[in-house]
């Protein structure tokens, strides 16, 4: 297992739409295992493969709660609803929040790493987090969707409330 390197923006691979996963084999296991590192190393709740530069639909979410690590692979989202907002930021863009709103709820479709089909769904912080990282796989920044940027201090009064 080892860190990768975060990409940031403008590189063009965070503005792409990503190529299905084909094969489950050892090496998905090691990239998978390398990107949950990243992410803890560099604080993330989310990591994208396109953030560490690989062309492919794969993130992974942890919010550090019950639902543990969930590693999405050729995610799909079936369903939405409702409306939240709240502050986001991304590991692409280091230092820079924003207010996003997104939907409340979300009912996706993926594949864990074995190759096995699941659908989940999440609501609250949760939902936000795996819409961000599915956007990543779209090409599609968070960036494209603030509302407000947000100063150091603005974060950090909403994180008390």
Do not use: W
Not at 103 to 109: G, L
Not at 113 to 138: C, M, N, P, V, W
């Amino acid at each position: 297992m080892a860190i990768r390197k975060i990409v940031t923006y403008p590189a063009d691979i965070l503005e792409q739409q990503c190529k299905p996963v084909t094969a489950f084999d050892k090496k998905l296991g090691r990239l998978l295992n390398d990107m949950y590192d990243t992410m803890i190393e560099f604080d993330g709740v989310g990591i994208a493969a396109p953030q560490i530069g690989i062309d492919q639909q794969i993130a992974i979410v942890d919010i550090d709660d019950e639902s543990g690590t969930i590693e999405m692979i050729n995610p799909v989202i079936l369903e939405t609803s409702g409306e939240q907002t709240g502050p986001e930021g991304c590991l692409s863009f280091p230092g820079l929040f924003g207010e996003v709103t997104r939907p409340y709820k979300v009912k996706i479709e993926a594949y864990d790493r074995k190759g096995h089909k699941y659908t989940l769904e999440a609501e609250e912080f949760l939902a936000r987090a795996i819409q961000h990282e599915i956007d990543h796989l779209s090409g599609v920044l968070f960036t494209e969707k603030v509302e407000k940027y947000l100063t150091e201090e603005e974060l950090e009064g909403l994180e008390q409330e």
